[in-house]
């Protein structure tokens, strides 16, 4: 089906770096129901309203919603609330360098999608279930969900003459901007064994579609602006939740010891193997000598505003250092597409670097989590295993039909895949103990 362009966007088609008729165009024809919006608000708004983005309010970020864990806080960070700041912090970056303000934040806000239950430990989990059917990866389902699974476009198509959904029928700009892995599964082009990718074999013509025109494996300006976000975002926020919680101590992170506890962790997960560890030593001396550095914190009103001062200082240093660089490589002009590249300093990568560490050092390493993960991990497999035996019972009546229509074994394992990757951690555990009785 042809690709289509949806008007308004206010750009000029004579400038190389402005929004052409092909980043506009729909995979689907469809008319604007309201003129005078351009084709990237109206991409924001349809993500923005998709029950997809409400599920993410019931998935895990880092700790789990209602657990013990999360005692100190009754409303700890979710898949949905990193998506928002994630979608603030890439809006305006992306508004700095010249990017459509609308396209940014709709790709942040969907960059998360198609994540499943309890975080990349489920991801870890699901993958092991769809090892037969093309494996599982966040960042491929999100591309499945915006063009396949959430329901709101439909076209005829079908050779039997049944409707066929497209998803959200997104922009080619806005779905090119939301991939972060543009290559198939062992498709690198200098680590085919690498576990992440961007699209499953089945979605390959809209992927082609997607990328019709961009160099491969190369990642539009957009989705490095959004996979930036979602580095400051996340990285930020972890570390402060971490301090919030009580779990990471300030005056431990001057101790040779445990920064050397906090280097392995970093290195090999979150900076190449090779690594220097004095750099990430350096990168850390950076952070505490700021004057605006959480010393310490022991959960007053001003500690907490100092805290989130701190966390507006880190972010702002993130997004500078990154806009700055860039600015200084390609100039002043309009950045998009694939006329730039996002520059972000060595020094800001190390900080970012560090801040993760220590969040998985001192919140995501701890004990508890630890046995919560295991008993997550058996909830997965045990929920598939079910789902494969019973299936089409447990399955809810979008997948049922799917499921029915499938052409073969492969194409049904993915469906039930596609089922439990859109489960939050609440109903994938309803729907375990459903299926198959309480746990002991």
């Not at 991409?43 to 999360?70: C, E, F, I, Y």
């Not at 019709?212 to 494996?217: I, L, Q, R, S």
């Not at 970012?352 to 046995?371: F, G, H, N, P, T």
């Not at 295993?385 to 809810?396: I, K, Q, T, W």
Request: hydrophobic letters at 35%.
């Amino acid at each position: 089906m042809e690709g289509t362009t949806d008007t308004g966007t206010g750009s000029d088609p004579h400038d190389p770096c402005d929004y052409d008729d092909a980043a506009t165009a729909r995979w689907a024809p469809e008319p604007d129901k309201r003129p005078g919006r351009t084709a990237f608000q109206r991409d924001r708004a349809r993500v923005l309203h998709s029950g997809a983005l409400r599920r993410l309010a019931g998935k895990t970020q880092v700790v789990t919603p209602g657990s013990r864990s999360a005692a100190w806080d009754p409303s700890p960070r979710t898949r949905l609330t990193h998506s928002l700041e994630c979608a603030q912090v890439g809006r305006e970056l992306g508004d700095a360098l010249g990017c459509d303000p609308d396209l940014v934040e709709a790709a942040c806000l969907a960059h998360d999608l198609g994540h499943p239950p309890f975080g990349h430990n489920g991801e870890q989990a699901l993958n092991e279930v769809a090892e037969d059917c093309g494996g599982f990866e966040g960042n491929a389902q999100s591309l499945r969900l915006l063009t396949r699974i959430e329901p709101k476009r439909f076209v005829h198509s079908d050779v039997r003459g049944e409707p066929v959904s497209v998803g959200l029928n997104l922009t080619r700009a806005a779905l090119d901007a939301a991939t972060k892995y543009p290559w198939a599964r062992g498709g690198h082009p200098t680590d085919p064994g690498t576990p992440k990718f961007g699209v499953y074999e089945d979605d390959l013509p809209v992927f082609a579609w997607v990328r019709e025109g961009a160099p491969p494996h190369r990642k539009c300006f957009e989705a490095q602006v959004m996979d930036w976000s979602d580095d400051v975002a996340y990285s930020v926020h972890d570390f402060e939740d971490g301090l919030h919680a009580g779990h990471i101590d300030p005056n431990a992170l001057l101790s040779e010891a445990e920064r050397n506890e906090i280097w392995a962790v970093a290195i090999g997960r979150y900076v190449p193997k090779e690594t220097d560890p004095q750099s990430l030593t350096d990168a850390l001396d950076r952070l505490v000598d700021q004057e605006w550095w959480p010393h310490g914190y022991d959960g007053s009103a001003v500690a907490q505003a100092r805290l989130k001062d701190a966390t507006s200082q880190l972010i702002g240093r993130f997004c500078l250092a990154a806009e700055a660089a860039t600015r200084q490589a390609y100039g002043g002009g309009r950045l998009t597409r694939y006329a730039a590249e996002l520059v972000v300093p060595e020094e800001a990568h190390l900080e970012c670097a560090v801040l993760k560490a220590i969040a998985d050092r001192y919140v995501m390493q701890r004990a508890e989590q630890e046995a919560l993960r295991a008993d997550q991990r058996i909830v997965v497999a045990e929920l598939a295993e079910a789902l494969v035996a019973r299936a089409p019972e447990g399955l809810d009546p979008q997948f049922r039909a799917m499921f029915d229509s499938a052409p073969d074994d492969r194409a049904r394992k993915r469906v039930i895949v596609d089922q439990i990757a859109s489960l939050t951690d609440a109903s994938a555990r309803t729907l375990h103990t459903r299926l198959t009785g309480p746990r002991r």
